[in-house]
Structure formats: structure tokens, C-alpha cells
């Protein structure tokens, strides 16, 4: 009797595994979905860069976006941004096969997300990891945090404000001045930066930020 209740257990927790490994692939997957029914957008952007070594006013650019393509900027002003994070379509995470790793629940600004990991399944993927929050009320990615191959690992913070639209309102990414190619002499010519190369060089590694504001979207979605 007592083996049959261990039995029984041991079922009952792999099948309550199953089925949340099944409801959060199938949480990505209408995530998925929403974000690959954009075809195009553009977007007003105000930049801010937060790194200690470096000083650089306000910039505004204009972000464009053509699914299957890399993201777009247009500015009059010079405006320095990372090499990786800034796809907010997630198009490079579901460009290959992957796992997804359910971890389950967790709170954040008093909401509740789904938290979960995708292990790419195939060599091209240029990431290793990704752990995402999923807003599995309205179908949206709130954090992902992304280690990559040859770029290190960032962090995209992404905040919808009222809407319910599937592009974030504003966004903060963090990532390591180690990975950004960072022009110092060509950036030290700019008369509106200034950079404290001997901070630069003493500090070593830093983690740097980046803000975002998102305005007057026109997104266009597939017929």
C-alpha cells in the first residue's frame, strides 16, 4: 500500500510537470505569435546613456523596424547604442529550435509572470541562454535576460505603461562595457560627450544602461 501511494505520487508530480512545461510553451507560443504578426513599425525615440566614464546629453532618433531585417536607427545627432539588445520583436530568439525550460512564477511591481528559458537547439542561434518574463494575461515580454556567444549577457526591461499594445512604452537596457565596441578616440572628437579615459581604463569591466522612450508608434501587421 504504501509503494502504491509512492507510485502514485511519482505520477502525479511527472504529469504536473508535463502539463506546466505544456501551458508555458503554449504561453510563449501566443507571445510568439503576436510578435511575428508585425510586419513593420517606426517610432519616435529618446535616448539616454547611463555609463559612468562617458557623459552625453538627450538624444532623438527614429527607430524603424522591417521583420526579418535588423533594426534601423535615423538621427541627425550621433547616437551610440549597443550591438545586441534593442530587438524588441525577439526576432533573433525565435529565429532557430529551441527548448523552453518552465521555472515557474514570479512577482514583479506586485503582477505575477510567467518565468521561463529558451536553450536554442540549433549552433547558428548566436545566444546560449534566455530567461523571459511573460505577462501570460496579455501576451507580452516584460525582461528577458540573454547570454550570448561573443557578446556577453544584457538585460531588457521593457514597461507597456496603460497599453495593451505588444511594443514596449519605454525601456532600460543593461549590459557590459566590455562588450560594446566602444570608439574612444572617435567618440572623445564629439563636442557633445565627454569621456573620462583614465576612469575608463582604471574601472576595468562596467555595466552600463540604457534608456529608452518609445512614442508615436505606426506598426503595421501581417494581412
Keep these: 500500500m504504501i509503494y502504491k501511494k509512492i507510485y502514485l505520487s511519482l505520477v502525479f508530480l511527472v504529469f504536473s510537470n508535463v502539463v506546466l512545461a505544456q501551458t508555458a510553451e503554449l504561453d510563449l507560443a501566443r507571445v510568439q505569435k503576436r510578435l511575428d504578426s508585425i510586419q513593420s513599425f517606426k517610432a519616435e525615440l ?5 555609463i559612468k566614464f562617458i557623459e552625453m546629453p538627450t538624444k532623438q532618433a527614429k527607430l524603424l523596424f522591417q521583420k526579418g531585417k535588423p533594426l534601423e ?43 521561463l528559458s529558451l ?6 542561434a548566436d545566444f546560449a541562454i534566455a530567461t523571459l518574463l511573460l505577462d501570460y ?15 556577453g549577457s544584457y538585460s531588457i526591461d521593457m514597461n507597456y505603461g496603460s497599453s ?60
Design 46 to 50: 529618446t535616448l539616454e546613456l547611463d
Design 73 to 115: 536607427f535615423e538621427s541627425s545627432e550621433f547616437v551610440m547604442l549597443p550591438k545586441k539588445g534593442l530587438d524588441f520583436t525577439m526576432q533573433e530568439l525565435f529565429k532557430y529550435p529551441y527548448l523552453v525550460v518552465d521555472r515557474g512564477y514570479q512577482d514583479k511591481n506586485g503582477e505575477s509572470f510567467r518565468q
Design 119 to 124: 536553450i536554442p537547439q540549433d549552433r547558428k
Design 137 to 151: 494575461k496579455r501576451d507580452r515580454i516584460v525582461q528577458s535576460d540573454i547570454s550570448t556567444k561573443k557578446h
Design 164 to 223: 495593451d499594445r505588444s511594443l514596449p512604452d519605454s525601456v532600460t537596457v543593461t549590459f557590459e562595457i566590455q562588450d560594446v565596441n566602444l570608439p574612444i578616440q572617435y567618440l572623445s572628437n564629439k563636442t557633445d560627450m565627454e569621456i573620462d579615459k583614465k576612469s575608463a581604463r582604471r574601472e576595468g569591466i562596467n555595466e552600463g544602461r540604457i534608456y529608452l522612450k518609445l512614442s508615436d508608434y505606426q506598426i503595421k501587421y501581417n494581412q
